[in-house]
């Protein structure tokens, strides 16, 4: 039981160039998550899904796109790379049903954007 | 809108000092909160619900209506309790979360 796995785990890109980040989880949960970590902001929410084929932006969408095509997996692309995505990118997912739900939250992908 | 304030950058005590740090929220409803801490080279992780009303490693938090907070206390602050703080407030399907403490604990 891995739980949630983020790939890859570092990456430099120069300006411009596209990428994908992979979120995988095991635990059969409908909700997931992309935040950005940047110093002195906290985690800021980018784009969200409630489940298999549905998407929704966050507090910080735009530059990224996000597809949940299968109910384990949620991609975060980059299309054009700016030195302002440089950041550290966690993915979390929750089962949320009723009070209390709990994220849970990968290792994290530091990404750098020359 | 909700937001999630979490004033100190950085708090630093010495061990087996009572430690507080602070949380306050704006939100319409009534909030569900969260702590969460990340300890060096872990992942984040929930520390305390307050729905649940425990109390995780000697850590509790309140939540205050009136004054709009979560503030997470211990009484005696231990060296293991380094860590990154992050106060959480879930509204729908959506967590948003505070831009952390970070919670230095001196021998």
């Known amino acids: 039981n891995a739980g949630v796995t983020q790939t890859p785990k570092f990456r430099v890109l120069k300006t411009g160039q596209s990428m994908t980040l992979l979120c995988a989880q095991d635990?059969?949960?409908?909700?997931m998550y992309w935040y950005r970590q940047d110093p002195g902001m906290g985690l800021r929410l980018i784009h969200y899904?409630?489940?298999?084929?549905?998407?929704a932006k966050g507090e910080v969408p735009d530059g990224y796109n996000v597809s949940r095509l299968k109910k384990q997996n949620f991609l975060l692309g980059l299309e054009s790379a700016a030195p302002s995505q440089t950041s550290v990118y966690f993915c979390?997912?929750?089962?949320?049903?009723?009070?209390?739900?709990?994220?849970?939250f990968g290792e994290g992908s530091r990404l750098t954007v020359l | 809108a909700q937001r999630v304030t979490q004033p100190e950058k950085l708090l630093s005590v010495f061990k087996g000092a009572p430690v507080e740090l602070k949380c306050n929220y704006s939100?319409?409803?009534?909030?569900?909160l969260f702590w969460y801490v990340q300890y060096s080279r872990q992942r984040l992780q929930l520390l305390l619900r307050?729905?649940s009303r425990e109390s995780i490693k000697g850590f509790t938090a309140d939540l205050n209506k009136g004054e709009t907070s979560f503030h997470l206390k211990k009484p005696f602050a231990q060296e293991e309790d380094s860590a990154m703080y992050y106060c959480?407030?879930?509204?729908?399907?959506?967590?948003?979360f505070g831009s952390g403490t970070k919670l230095n604990v001196k021998p």
């Open positions: 979390a997912s929750s089962y949320l049903r009723g009070p209390g739900g709990e994220l849970f």
């Open positions: 635990m059969n949960h409908e909700y």
């Open positions: 959480a407030l879930l509204n729908f399907n959506k967590f948003y």
């Open positions: 939100y319409s409803g009534s909030p569900e």
């Open positions: 307050h729905i």
């Open positions: 899904s409630v489940g298999e084929g549905t998407t």
